[in-house]
């Protein structure tokens, strides 16, 4: 059959199934089973594929159409332009998260201490890392299997720089850190089994649920954050659309100063950070 034959018959059973990028993810899901590039869809189209390709495609095609999320078949995804392992263990990355990592990076300098709180993947250590000189970092989670995914990645990334930590939030890390960042899970409990199947039956339920209001972990992560900050260290958070007011306060309520919400490109509330300087009530 011919390369864009299979690609159109992929493009179709995932519209069928709602799947909402249909044509990219049939185009992703074919130039991973062939090797190929997007060059070859536009320009080589009537390219034939071998009966054991064809096979492999429709075999994922399908996996894909019962909405299972493509980062989880490709095994991989790519964040702030490098490229992420992820399973079932780990939180996607998400380009809303890259709005976080953008943010800090204006504010690390070289050498600082980073901490990432609930580093999951590690996307966002690992990124804060590539693009900065001479910083170290240490990505803390509770979960045993994050911090193997994790590990892969700073070996995949070549990170010299990163240790993790099993720990319950600030439970097992010591020393401060010039920069703590966190993208914690912040959706409310009974939200969750409205989300899309790809999220709720493939995300891990530990790193969505916020509890009650969503907001649980900001307060437990500021409260504790001043004591692993200097003077003059800063706090930053990925947030939910409506969370920004509510984040905004607990930061001041935690004696945090000089707080922003940063919007992302929809025009949404995404990123609050602030910084801290010491018990000032
Ligand atoms: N820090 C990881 C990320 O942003 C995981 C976050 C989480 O599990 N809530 O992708």
Same mark, same amino acid.
């Given at each position: 059959m011919q390369y864009q034959e299979i690609y159109k018959q992929g493009v179709s059973v995932l519209e069928g199934a709602g799947i909402e990028e249909a044509a990219l993810d049939a185009r992703l899901l074919l130039e991973e089973v062939c090797g190929t590039d997007r060059t070859v869809l536009y320009a080589h189209g009537e390219r034939e594929i071998s009966g054991g390709e064809e096979e492999q495609y429709l075999e994922k095609i399908k996996v894909r159409a019962n909405r299972v999320p493509l980062q989880h078949i490709l095994g991989k995804t790519e964040f702030m332009g490098l490229t992420f392992t992820v399973n079932g263990?780990? *939180?996607?990355?998400?380009? @809303?998260?890259e709005i976080l990592v953008e943010e800090v990076l204006k504010h690390l300098h070289d050498g600082m201490r980073i901490l990432d709180i609930g580093?999951?993947?590690?996307c966002i250590l690992l990124s804060l890392l590539h693009y900065s000189n001479d910083c170290h970092g240490i990505g803390a989670d509770i979960s045993e299997e994050a911090l193997e995914a994790a590990k892969t990645n700073a070996v995949r990334l070549g990170a010299a720089h990163a240790d993790f930590v099993k720990s @319950?939030?600030?439970?097992k890390t010591e020393g401060k850190f010039e920069i703590i960042v966190s993208n914690p899970p912040y959706i409310k409990s009974a939200e969750i @089994?409205? *989300?899309m199947p790809e999220v709720k039956d493939h995300d891990p339920h530990a790193a969505l649920d916020g509890g009650e209001d969503g907001l649980f972990f900001y307060r437990k992560i500021t409260e504790k954050a001043g004591e692993h900050l200097p003077g003059g260290g800063m706090l930053f958070y990925e947030i939910g659309w409506d969370q920004g007011e509510a984040v905004k306060n607990i930061l001041e309520e935690n004696s945090f100063r000089e707080i922003q919400i940063v919007k992302d490109f929809s025009g949404l509330d995404r990123v609050v950070f602030g910084t801290w300087y010491g018990e000032t009530r």
């Open positions: 263990h780990v *939180l996607c990355p998400r380009q @809303d998260t580093t999951g993947s590690g @319950d939030l600030f439970e @089994d409205g *989300l």
